[in-house]
């Protein structure tokens, strides 16, 4: 089946300092993926839409300029959390579809904690 | 906007038990999608439903999509202790809508 390899798993960084997480699609070409951003216990909310050659489409309420999505290959979506402070912090998950017909499949999350 | 309701939020249930959750959307879903998230996990795909009143089954778990497009429901046949996490809804309202998700509700079984 579809795979999306996601990494770090895990990351901690100052408060100040920019982390950049990527997204992959292993065994398909996604020229469409989707950044979540999930708190603890809670739903998963939609951050941006990643488009392959093209701008990111932002939820309302979203920076752009603090979340900045790159989407430079069919096969790799990056997310940089620019100047993160402690707030950022929490888990980020991409996710991509192989077919209007399959689910979403997600890549194993980010965890980001600020300090 | 469109929501998808999931309520509860948490059950608990004893192992052997059956369970049955619910998911209701503001608007008419052009389909919907289940999900499973084992803690500290991701969520995994586990079925989509299209058609109007649809029923699908996997082993013990059992999808039913309703008849006005509004509604679906999980069922759980003998819940066993694997069937611990998470259960999401989510639904699109149309061909390029976005997927919005419920907020799920996180089973947990007494072994």
């Known amino acids: 089946g579809a795979v999306v390899s996601q990494h770090p798993s895990r990351v901690i960084c100052k408060s100040g300092t920019s982390v950049k997480i990527e997204c992959r699609s292993l065994?398909?070409?996604?020229?469409?993926m989707f950044w979540y951003r999930q708190f603890p216990k809670q739903s998963l909310m939609l951050m941006a839409t990643?488009?392959?050659?093209?701008?990111?489409?932002?939820e309302q309420g979203v920076e752009k300029d603090k979340f900045l999505i790159n989407h430079a290959s069919l096969t790799l979506s990056t997310l940089t959390v620019t100047s993160a402070h402690p707030e950022d912090s929490s888990f980020y998950i991409c996710?991509?579809?192989?077919?209007?017909?399959?689910?979403?499949?997600f890549g194993s999350g980010t965890r980001l904690t600020v300090v | 906007g469109q929501q998808v309701m999931q309520i509860p939020q948490y059950q608990h249930v004893q192992e052997g038990e059956d369970f049955t959750t619910y998911c209701n959307s503001s608007?008419?879903?052009?389909?919907i999608q289940w999900y499973k998230q084992r803690p500290g996990g991701h969520p995994v795909f586990l079925i989509q439903?299209?058609?109007?009143?649809e029923v699908k089954k996997q082993k013990r778990l059992t999808f039913q999509f309703g008849e006005a497009k509004k509604n679906s429901s999980l069922h759980i046949t003998a819940t066993q202790t694997t069937d611990v996490g998470t259960y999401f809804c989510?639904?699109?309202?149309?061909?390029?809508?976005?997927?919005?998700f419920g907020k799920g509700i996180t089973l947990s079984v007494r072994p």
């Open positions: 996710s991509a579809r192989t077919t209007v017909s399959d689910g979403y499949t």
């Open positions: 065994d398909f070409q996604a020229t469409t």
């Open positions: 990643s488009n392959e050659g093209s701008k990111a489409t932002y």
């Open positions: 608007t008419t879903l052009s389909n």
């Open positions: 439903l299209v058609k109007s009143g």
């Open positions: 989510a639904g699109f309202t149309g061909a390029n809508s976005k997927l919005t």
